[in-house]
């Protein structure tokens, strides 16, 4: 029996994560979980999977949720919350879901402890990669990726002589906006960069799917799980979203892992790792798939993609300054305060005006996390900008 915590648990990740562990009731225990503010679906996770600690994200909910829950289950929230979760006694495995850099620092706590981490949260390892590698060697913990391009990669390297690989390549579906120009997706409305064409995902990983800067985040991501620089990290556009990622070897074979685009493969695979469990609803129907295409990345219409490679270039905290100036764009064109061509300015930006310096430690990570989100909050919508 594996016994497992999960950091958002109430987001797209944790949901399908959930889904998973109720289709297996005899290999997976909930330790405990953690949310942000969705209480009501947090409380109701918690009694199905009688879950003794949960945390949230504001005292007051945590007040609420003690109310609901009673006095058997351990309330706790914030950051204190976050990093009780992550390393709860007793738990083998976290299961890193939450978005943006908020989950580096519990993440870090569970490795601390030994605990294996399923990687949802591609953000930790942009914003400080070496510190979370490295506390993963140290102690002997396995990274096991979750988003579907790196699990596909991790899967095809197995067993495999890594002076083999020639190079990976990151499939993409290209977004809602794929094939438009640039003066076409200037000025597209949130709810359209939100309707991604083959993926339910949260609201964040949708806009970067639509800005490609996901496809950045995923590439410094590979950099940091599979160790090959970012000359041997490429990326593809294929729209149909089956063939999740490839690798190509030496000896000019390229090898692919393929199925439906169903977050609850990777996850499952993750979960149960070394082990492969029957998931018979992800059975891909090779015979109604008409055609797979790749297409090259559009890195004019989608600069995001170019900056992402910038940033790895760099180096120190520049992939950080990247990750935080971009989530506040993200947050920024959201709500309608920029328009989706402000976000690669408002990043292009960031890198180019915050300085860069060496990743020492987890303080000098959040220290540029910190100047980047001022940075953008402030950053205004000028003429000069546009
Ligand atoms: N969705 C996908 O298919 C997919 C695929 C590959 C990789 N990923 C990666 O997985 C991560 C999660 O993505 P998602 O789509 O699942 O996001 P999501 O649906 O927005 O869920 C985010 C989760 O984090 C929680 N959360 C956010 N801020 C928090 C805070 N300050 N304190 C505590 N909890 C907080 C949310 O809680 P509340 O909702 O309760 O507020 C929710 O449970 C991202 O890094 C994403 O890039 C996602």
Known sequence: MKKLSILGSTGSIGTNTLDVVERFPDKFKITALAAGRKIELLA???????????????????????????????????????????????ADMLVSALVGAVGLVPTLEALKKGMDVAVANKETLVVAGALVRKMADDNGCNLLPIDSEHSAIFQVLEGRDPGSVKRLILTASGGPFRGRSAAEVAEVTPAQALAHPNWSMGPKISIDSATMMNKGLEVIEAYWLFDLGPDKIDVAIHPQSIVHSMVEFVDGSMIAQLGVPDMRGPISY???????????????DIWSLGGLTFEKPDMETFPCLGLAYQALGSGGTAPAILSAANEIAVEKFLTSLITFADIPRLVDDALNKIET??????????????????????????????
Do not use: C
Not at 51 to 79: H, N
């Open 357 to 386: 310096t060496p990743l020492t430690d987890l303080s000098t990570a959040l220290e540029a996390d910190t100047a980047a989100r001022g940075f953008a909050r402030d950053w205004p919508v000028t003429a000069r900008n546009r």
């Open 270 to 284: 993750a979960l149960a790792y070394p082990e492969r469990l029957p998931m018979e609803a992800l059975s891909l």
């Open 44 to 90: 109701e996770q918690a009694k199905r999977h009688k879950v003794p600690l949960v945390s949230v994200a504001e005292e007051e909910d945590a007040r609420k949720l003690s109310d609901i829950l009673g006095p058997t289950v351990e309330v706790y929230y914030g950051m204190e919350g976050l990093k009780t979760v992550a390393a709860a006694s007793g």
